[in-house]
Structures are given as structure tokens and as C-alpha cells.
């Protein structure tokens, strides 16, 4: 009897376990602590062995609450859906996404807003290998219209690293660029500054690599 009751309950918990485990919500720690486990995560994508989602019973909790404790700040790159490359669940990232991660008002408003208003403590900053939007900007650092133009003018001081013609260099601006949105993000928003400033935040800065899968922390 024990069992049979206790067989169905088993699953379903683990079910909930699983797919809240393999993410962030409602676990607490460290940054250390919560960038452990989105690695974890990175690890189960990269070797193709995803943690079981319930993506039903989950949405169902969900329902009428989230608390993110992970925010993410990437690239719009189809290759890079942050979701995949950390084997999270539903309700595990509040998730803001621009070519070239871009931090505009909107996408630092976002942010504030998972900060502020869903606890979020932690925003990774994430870059990738081969970024469409760093290599238009320091290939030609010209557009074909003045919002292609808005989208590279952020980036357009990291080519600085780089030599445009040497388009194997693109890398250097790259990871620059990442360090440079992180640092921007506080620089713009008062509201980021003092969390970060309180210890209630953490900017982390992160590379992913199209070769090979893995997402590298850069600071
Ligand atoms: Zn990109």
C-alpha cells in the first residue's frame, strides 16, 4: 500500500525535483553556488543527457507566481537559447535577449525588474563565439538602416581590440564587448548598482562557445 501510494507521490516529486533542480528557482546560495549549478546544467546540454522537465506540472505551479533567481542578458542568436545551454526549466531564467546583448533602456529596465521585482540576485551577461552582431560591427561598422546602425553602435568601441581585417580577431572584441555590457548595466542603472553595491547581486560575465557547447565564466 506504502509503496503503491508512495510510487505515484515518488514520481511526481521527482518530476517537480527534477525540474526545478536543474534550474535556479527558489534554491538560494551563493552566486558561486547558483553559477555551480547553471554549469551543471551546461554540462548535461553539452553531453546531450538533459535533466527530466515536466514542463506540464511545472507550468501549473508557475501559475500565478515566479522568482528567477537567475536573469540573462544574451545574445538573439537562434544557436544561443540560454534556456538550452543551461538545461533549465520553466521559471528558472528571466531571460532578455537583443543582438549582441545589448544593454538598451529596455533590456536594462528588464533587468531592474527581475531584480527588483522577482529577486532575481544573479545577471549573467552572456556572449558566443562568431556573434553575427560583433562581426558586422567591426567588419564595416556600417548599416543598411539606422536601427542595424543603433544595434551595432554599442559594440562598435570593442573593435577597438581588434583588427578589421583580420576577422579571426573578432574574439577579442567579443569578450571585450561582454565586459563592457556588464560594466554598463551598473553604470546605468542605480537601482543594479546599489543590489550590486549591497551584495544582493551579482553581474557575472560568460562566453558560450558554438564548438563546442560550453559556457565559460570570463569574470
Ligand atoms: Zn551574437
Given at each position: 500500500?506504502?509503496?503503491?501510494?508512495?510510487?505515484?507521490?515518488?514520481?511526481?516529486?521527482?518530476?517537480?525535483?527534477?525540474?526545478?533542480?536543474?534550474?535556479?528557482?527558489?534554491?538560494?546560495?551563493?552566486?558561486?553556488?547558483?553559477?555551480?549549478?547553471?554549469?551543471?546544467?551546461?554540462?548535461?546540454?553539452?553531453?546531450?543527457?538533459?535533466?527530466?522537465?515536466?514542463?506540464?506540472?511545472?507550468?501549473?505551479?508557475?501559475?500565478?507566481?515566479?522568482?528567477?533567481?537567475?536573469?540573462?542578458?544574451?545574445?538573439?542568436?537562434?544557436?544561443?537559447?540560454?534556456?538550452?545551454?543551461?538545461?533549465?526549466?520553466?521559471?528558472?531564467?528571466?531571460?532578455?535577449?537583443?543582438?549582441?546583448?545589448?544593454?538598451?533602456?529596455?533590456?536594462?529596465?528588464?533587468?531592474?525588474?527581475?531584480?527588483?521585482?522577482?529577486?532575481?540576485?544573479?545577471?549573467?551577461?552572456?556572449?558566443?563565439?562568431?556573434?553575427?552582431?560583433?562581426?558586422?560591427?567591426?567588419?564595416?561598422?556600417?548599416?543598411?538602416?539606422?536601427?542595424?546602425?543603433?544595434?551595432?553602435?554599442?559594440?562598435?568601441?570593442?573593435?577597438?581590440?581588434?583588427?578589421?581585417?583580420?576577422?579571426?580577431?573578432?574574439?577579442?572584441?567579443?569578450?571585450?564587448?561582454?565586459?563592457?555590457?556588464?560594466?554598463?548595466?551598473?553604470?546605468?542603472?542605480?537601482?543594479?548598482r546599489k543590489s550590486s553595491t549591497e551584495g544582493k547581486l551579482t553581474v557575472i560575465e560568460a562566453y558560450y562557445s558554438l564548438d563546442t557547447?560550453?559556457?565559460?565564466?570570463?569574470?
Amino acid at each position: 500500500m506504502f509503496r503503491a501510494v508512495c510510487g505515484r507521490i515518488c514520481v511526481a516529486l521527482l518530476f517537480l525535483v527534477g525540474s526545478f533542480g536543474v534550474g535556479q528557482q527558489s534554491q538560494g546560495g551563493s552566486a558561486d553556488a547558483v553559477w555551480t549549478r547553471l554549469i551543471a546544467g551546461n554540462h548535461r546540454f553539452l553531453n546531450g543527457k538533459p535533466a527530466p522537465h515536466d514542463l506540464t506540472a511545472v507550468r501549473k505551479a508557475l501559475t500565478n507566481t515566479q522568482h528567477p533567481q537567475v536573469a540573462v542578458l544574451s545574445c538573439s542568436d537562434s544557436r544561443v537559447p540560454p534556456e538550452y545551454v543551461f538545461d533549465a526549466g520553466l521559471g528558472d531564467l528571466f531571460v532578455v535577449r537583443a543582438a549582441g546583448e545589448d544593454d538598451d533602456p529596455i533590456s536594462i529596465g528588464s533587468l531592474e525588474y527581475a531584480v527588483e521585482h522577482l529577486g532575481s540576485t544573479v545577471i549573467v551577461v552572456m556572449g558566443h563565439q562568431r556573434c553575427g552582431a560583433v562581426t558586422a560591427a567591426c567588419s564595416t561598422g556600417k548599416e543598411e538602416s539606422v536601427n542595424l546602425e543603433a544595434m551595432i553602435a554599442p559594440i562598435l568601441p570593442s573593435c577597438s581590440k581588434t583588427d578589421r581585417a583580420q576577422p579571426q580577431e573578432f574574439d577579442l572584441a567579443i569578450r571585450d564587448h561582454i565586459h563592457r555590457v556588464a560594466q554598463d548595466i551598473l553604470a546605468n542603472s542605480e537601482l543594479l548598482r546599489k543590489s550590486s553595491t549591497e551584495g544582493k547581486l551579482t553581474v557575472i560575465e560568460a562566453y558560450y562557445s558554438l564548438d563546442t557547447g560550453e559556457v565559460t565564466r570570463l569574470r
